[in-house]
């Protein structure tokens, strides 16, 4: 038997006398998102509630009204309108602009990443959006996929203002900030201040997010993906997605600089940068489409929680968002009680005041009456004072000598360049701190350098390479080797991994397993061997040299029947048998045109004979003109000038034969 779920109460209510309530759009931990209709205007609407739980508290009264103020005063194409706020009885809500729809958090779990043409689209829409914000005296807090939305006409909008407080307000004064953890620009962390910088930090993950698909720091803790932020660089895009240009690499890189001065001042710095992008590549802004929702979908289309057109920042999942320190004060605007509820509440807070005082009363008497037995039991005068540790002490050495003070220790390792696999690196409370017998503390040793994936680098050049490793803080020897090879000059061809405090290397070109700290060396292209086949042997000699090769004075010569004397044949060492560097030794090798050949014995073949077979070895003939008068059958060849089995060029040598003619029996030559 299956349970029907809860219908919402609101569903159905007409609101302030103006709004119907038509469904439900998304829930969140501070509002609730439906779709209803504007009744005055006849238009549809998103009408966000303020949970009721919450609609008793003057703080986030105040924070809701400012979320109103602050989105209204925008008047941007690229940003969801607000267009009213008010109050029915204990319904406290505010009106925006409804997008049929999808988000582009949608739209990356549909698509993994984006083409490079849809993610500058949606980049080029959100930092024009931003850019009016900061120019308003607004910053944002929480840039992320699930706050922009696109429409189904192909409008793309950044939503949700409700955390966006004035730029000078840039004090962190204990309140609170939510804002997404993967999100999050290193200053929040580390000081909770924000400016307008912190929403390029922003930005510039959810590019690199579009481009690559995922994002660039990851963590089973928030904790984790927070010191991240704080101590890592973002790498390039282009080493999960080789497609992303260069521009678009440099662009993520600015933008999430660690540091705020180093980024861009605000999204119109970086708006200006992107156009310039756009105009190199080529690239002209279109509206992309998503998977919205059929223009003819009704309004319980829309009833299905986070499945919606419409995601308000405050809508997050569970575990999506982070409580931080506040960058700055919210303005406390006093709400004067102007109903029975209000003043009803103002009398209970009173009551609650004064039954607190009597129990501080009570706990201050027995503190008294306890602090002596305190001091000396459990109190400062039974503490222990944190040893101090040499660097080559291990875990366990240092654990041993902590339970000698009744003190226990935790192990935490981690990854370290300096310090050697299971040594001393730190310890928290530090050296010289005071516990109580029966604490914890934590030991931090090392793990030795962090093991590193590095992927295949073949094709690439040799900055591509010292970039790559310098970003898995991979060592790139200056001294780079060149190779002759068929494959363009300056692209890597070799790169070996010599381990660090190893001497015997390994080859990476194609991606390998190594540690931060190792050393690589790489070999690139010198190019092809020049061929110099049928040249002259000077203007061979001088296209060798100036490839880098050093050619022997004395060049060898050998007989070619194809090429003529005095021509270069080729090199030697073969080049294809043999690898060759710039600086290497060569010899010329010449030809000296076709070889000798003996002349064939022609005694006793008749005339045409013997011509013949001259001629076939490739020598000219010629003998007495007279000779044509007598018929070939009465011919008879007794000689030849060169003799025969004399070697000679044939093309280079003319044979002159002699005959012996016969006529009644008289011999005659």
Not at 305 to 318: F, V
Not at 485 to 493: L, N, S
Not at 534 to 539: E, I, M, R, T, V
Not at 608 to 616: H, N, T, Y
Request: proline share 7%; aromatic share 6%.
């Amino acid at each position: 038997m299956s349970s029907r779920p809860v219908a919402d109460p609101l569903v159905g209510r007409l609101v302030d006398g103006r709004y119907r309530v038509r469904s439900r759009i998304a829930r969140g931990g501070m509002a609730t998102v439906y779709l209803a209709t504007d009744l005055r205007l006849e238009r549809r609407v998103a009408l966000k509630v303020m949970h009721h739980h919450l609609s008793d508290d003057d703080r986030f009264q105040t924070r809701f009204i400012q979320e109103a103020r602050a989105a209204a005063g925008l008047s941007d194409p690229n940003v969801v309108s607000v267009f009213d706020q008010g109050q029915d009885g204990d319904i406290a809500y505010l009106v925006m602009e409804h997008l049929p729809g999808t988000t582009l958090r949608d739209l990356l779990n549909d698509t993994k990443r984006l083409s490079i043409d849809q993610a500058v689209t949606v980049m080029h829409a959100v930092l024009a959006g931003l850019a009016s914000a900061h120019r308003a005296g607004f910053i944002h807090r929480d840039v992320k996929p699930e706050n922009v939305l696109l429409a189904e006409d192909g409008r793309i909008k950044i939503g949700d203002f409700g955390l966006a407080r004035a730029t000078s307000a840039n004090t962190a004064s204990g309140q609170q900030l939510l804002g997404t953890i993967a999100y999050l620009a290193p200053e929040l962390v580390t000081q909770g201040t924000a400016d307008a910088r912190t929403d390029i930090y922003a930005l510039g993950i959810m590019l690199y997010e579009m481009l690559t698909g995922e994002q660039p720091y990851q963590g089973e803790q928030p904790m984790q993906i927070a010191y991240q932020h704080a101590t890592e660089q973002v790498p390039r895009p282009s080493f999960k997605n080789p497609a992303v240009p260069e521009q678009l690499d440099e662009l993520v890189l600015w933008s999430t600089e660690r540091t705020p001065d180093e980024r861009p001042a605000d999204a119109q710095a970086m708006l200006e940068r992107l156009r310039e992008i756009e105009h190199d590549l080529g690239i002209t802004p279109l509206p992309p489409r998503g998977h919205a929702a059929s223009p003819a979908a009704s309004d319980a289309d829309y009833d299905v929680d986070g499945e919606t057109a419409l995601l308000p920042p405050s809508m997050d999942p569970p575990g999506a968002t982070s409580v931080l320190p506040g960058t700055g004060p919210i303005a406390s605007a006093q709400v004067a009680p102007s109903s029975n509820a209000e003043r009803l509440r103002v009398k209970t807070r009173r009551r609650h005041a004064r039954g607190w005082w009597a129990v501080i009363v009570v706990l201050a008497l027995a503190i008294a009456a306890g602090g002596t037995g305190w001091w000396f039991g459990s109190g400062p005068g039974s503490m222990v004072t944190v040893p101090e540790f040499a660097a080559d002490t291990t875990f366990e050495q240092a654990a041993a000598e902590l339970a000698g003070l009744d003190v226990q220790a935790v192990e935490e390792p981690e990854n370290s360049l300096d310090v050697p696999a299971g040594r001393f690196i730190s310890i928290q409370p530090e050296s010289g701190a005071r516990l109580y017998p029966g604490d914890t503390v934590t030991i931090t040793t090392s793990l030795g350098p962090a093991p590193v994936t590095l992927s295949s680098m073949r094709d690439m050049s040799r900055q591509q390479v010292e970039d790559y490793a310098a970003d898995s803080i991979i060592t790139v020897s200056d001294d780079v080797g060149q190779r002759f090879d068929p494959r363009e000059a300056g692209t890597v061809i070799d790169a070996q991994i010599t381990p660090r405090g190893a001497d015997e290397s390994y080859g990476c070109l194609d991606g390998c397993g190594a540690h931060q700290g190792d050393a690589m060396a790489i070999t690139v292209s010198a190019g092809p061997v020049p061929d110099v086949a049928g040249q002259s042997a000077d203007q061979a000699r001088q296209q060798l040299e100036e490839a880098g090769l050093q050619v022997a004075e004395t060049a060898e010569r050998e007989y070619s029947a194809s090429v003529p004397a005095g021509s270069a044949l080729r090199i030697t060492p073969n080049p294809e048998e043999t690898t060759l560097s710039p600086g290497d030794d060569v010899t010329l090798v010449e030809s000296l045109g076709p070889p000798p050949v003996p002349v064939p014995s022609v005694k006793g073949m008749t005339r045409d004979e013997a011509v013949a077979a001259l001629e076939a070895e490739g020598f000219s003939v010629t003998f007495n003109g007279l000779w044509n008068a007598w018929p070939d059958d009465w011919t008879t060849v007794t000689g030849s000038d060169p003799a025969a089995g004399t070697e000679l060029v044939p093309s280079q040598t003319e044979v002159t034969i002699y005959r012996l003619i016969a006529i009644q029996g008289v011999a005659r030559i």
